[in-house]
């Protein structure tokens, strides 16, 4: 799995969450767009960064201010049982019979399951998705019985 942390901790600095939350007041106004940068130093080497690398940048930079640690992970990659456990909040016996039910696509190598990154995050968009629809739907129910909400 390909991931990349800030320290064996994961958590910044002080005074990096600082330097982040300055680095993300400045990138984010340049997140709409593809933004050229020039590299100080004797070389002074320009490189382009495409806006989507920018708007990742400035999420990532956001969430080191907030002083949480930060992990890339490519939406290809397969994960564990416990690790998709971990990324939907929820216990691994809940993800297995999610699993072995058919909600989340998944693979056995051996008796392990994997898990595609991509797939768990689809599931948790429909899940997202079906949980605003029944908010709705109990909203409009209450306002129909003149609950007062």
């Known amino acids: 799995m390909s991931t990349a942390t800030l320290h064996e901790s994961g958590a910044p600095t002080k005074a990096e969450a600082k330097l982040a939350s300055e680095s993300s007041c400045r990138l984010a106004r340049y997140a709409r767009r593809d933004l050229k940068l020039q590299i100080a130093g004797k070389t002074g080497e320009a490189i382009t960064l495409p806006a989507a690398a920018v708007r990742l940048l400035v999420r990532a930079l956001a969430e080191m ?85």
């Open 65 to 149: 201010a907030a002083g949480h640690a930060v992990t890339l992970t490519p939406t290809r990659t397969e994960l564990t049982s416990q690790q998709a456990a971990e990324v939907l909040g929820v216990s691994r016996p809940f993800l297995v019979k999610s699993l072995d039910g058919g909600k989340i696509p998944s693979r056995k190598v051996g008796t392990h399951r994997r898990v595609r990154f991509s797939d768990l995050l689809a599931y948790r968009q429909q899940t997202d998705q079906r949980r605003l629809q029944t908010l709705e739907e109990l909203t409009a129910q209450a306002q129909q019985l003149k609950m007062g909400y």
